[in-house]
């Protein structure tokens, strides 16, 4: 079974730096894409950007460029997402997806699945 | 970036209706547009991908259509299960961007 286990919620100070985890088991965690998903309290999903573990190539949005950076490490099956000074505003649910690929209509089609459970983020002083 | 927008925002219906949820993108995208479901307190999960093709092991009552900007998810006869947030994402190009989602809600 293919999952993804999320590191355990997280409650710090602004200016603090955070570190927060993604481990994949159940397939070849290098062949796949793996994203990181935002959701404030109350709001909507936003799409952080994705990383290869294969090569550690990485694809920010611009939203999330220089606020976070992603990692990963193959040799434990686990993707990082990390901050080197929290805000109250980076207060957020986190959840990291597989990125599935899919054969529909002669062509590929991308897919965050399966999800990871999230991890809670809360930044307050 | 591309910009999706969904509407309606919030949606009431009950049992055994049939909704309909629309996403409309601000450039192009082919059919290359994802639909989440999401509970409260739950990851989202996948529903439909290339904008009309359902995942494995989502029920049929689900139907997408559309392509070029704009997009239609269709759920037919409602059950209790159903009611949650419905998000459209668009992967045509980075960075790949979601609809602000559709709350769907029982009468």
């Known amino acids: 079974e293919v999952q993804l286990v999320q590191s355990g919620a997280e409650v710090k100070k602004p200016g603090e730096s955070l570190k927060i985890s993604c481990k994949g088991s159940?397939?070849?965690?290098?062949?796949?894409?793996l994203g990181w998903v935002r959701q404030m309290p109350g709001k909507g999903l936003e799409w952080m950007g994705i990383?290869?573990?294969?090569?550690?190539?990485?694809r920010y949005s611009p939203s999330f460029q220089g606020r976070v950076t992603m990692s990963v490490d193959k040799s434990i099956t686990t993707a990082f997402l990390q901050w080197s000074s929290l805000k109250a505003s980076d207060t957020a649910i986190y959840y990291c997806a597989r990125q599935s690929v899919y054969y529909y209509g002669n062509t590929w089609h991308p897919t965050f699945d399966p999800w990871g459970q999230g991890t809670q983020v809360i930044v307050s002083s | 970036d591309i910009q999706m927008t969904q509407f309606p925002s919030s949606l009431s219906a009950s049992v055994g209706d049939r909704v309909i949820i629309t996403c409309r993108a601000s450039q192009e995208i082919s059919e290359n547009l994802v639909w989440f479901q999401q509970k409260p307190g739950k990851a989202p999960k996948s529903l439909i991908y290339?904008?009309?093709s359902l995942q494995s092991g989502v029920s049929s009552k689900f139907s997408g259509s559309g392509s070029g900007t704009d997009f239609t998810l269709t759920i037919s006869s409602l059950q209790p299960e159903d009611f949650a947030t419905y998000y459209c994402?668009?992967?045509?190009?980075?960075?790949?961007?979601f609809g602000q989602g559709t709350k769907l809600e029982i009468k």
């Open positions: 994402q668009q992967y045509n190009s980075y960075p790949y961007t």
């Open positions: 990383i290869y573990p294969g090569d550690s190539d990485t």
């Open positions: 159940g397939y070849r965690f290098s062949e796949y894409w």
């Open positions: 290339g904008a009309s």
